[in-house]
């Protein structure tokens, strides 16, 4: 009995061991000073005071390019709210990037990988995952704006409840983020990304071809969100990172609701058609897939 018991504790102490190391890295944000309050009926009859957000939005069809100037936007908001296309435009600012960061981004396109993070089912994370060619669903609860993102399944937290940014947020993919209503608009601030992330993934630096440009644990983003008309929503996204930026960096993007669609599934891995060479070269297969077999299971 007293070996059985040894055998038992022994066991115990594998399973404590490997559960604290666990919770040990496992990424957790928590706010000490903050009391989330429950919600009242008060509050989610003041739901209906904000800016109708819900629903599924996507980049205007036809529009060249995802990401615009804050000027081109301006130019093009009359021709927006007055219900046609946001005009197709190929603008975009140079990034101020400092002299430093400019000579780290020169070196690291000089010795970049063939690979990449995206190849092999890494997210883009915070800020180029809004802005990319897939829609997104927003919900508005007490508290809480909730963004679902179609790529990658992408779930952002914006609290809405008062609280802080983190002092010291722990690093993720998609960021902390808290944020506030000025007027009509939704005000939103994120820190603390994975140092895998990037500022952009296709910066437009003059004379550069590099793919994408790295942050300092310093960045910061600052969202606004805002209704232009009842169905055509703009993000003013600015980056501020004083470690790799001159200056803030904004940029412009345009949605659409689309009142009768809903989120598709997304799985990386599921019909996934990149691939990397033996070379370690990263590349997409571009063969279409074979139909669904009738009755079968479908791949997106």
Sequence with gaps: MAQQRKKNFGRFLVVALAAGLFVSVAPAQTWPDFKRPAPTAADWAALAKLPDFTGV??????????????????????????????????????MPLTPAWAAKV??????????????????????????????YEFLLTPGQVTILGEEERMVRHIYTDGRPLPKDPDPTFWGTSVGHWDGKTLVVESVGFSPQTMMVSTPPVTGSDVVAVPHSNEMKIVERFRLLDPNTMQIETTIIDPVALTGPYTTTRILKRHANWTLDEYICQQNNRNFVSGSGEAGVNLTPPAPPVAGGSHDR
């Design 106 to 135: 020169k070196y690291l396109e000089a010795h970049a990988a063939k690979d990449n993070a995206q190849a092999n089912c890494v997210p883009y994370g915070m800020p180029t995952i809004m802005t990319m060619p897939y829609p």
């Design 57 to 94: 939005w996507e980049e205007p069809l036809g529009s060249a390019n995802l990401v615009v100037s804050a000027a081109e936007a301006k130019r093009g908001h009359a021709k927006t709210t007055a219900g046609s296309k946001f005009p197709a435009t190929s603008v975009q600012p140079s």
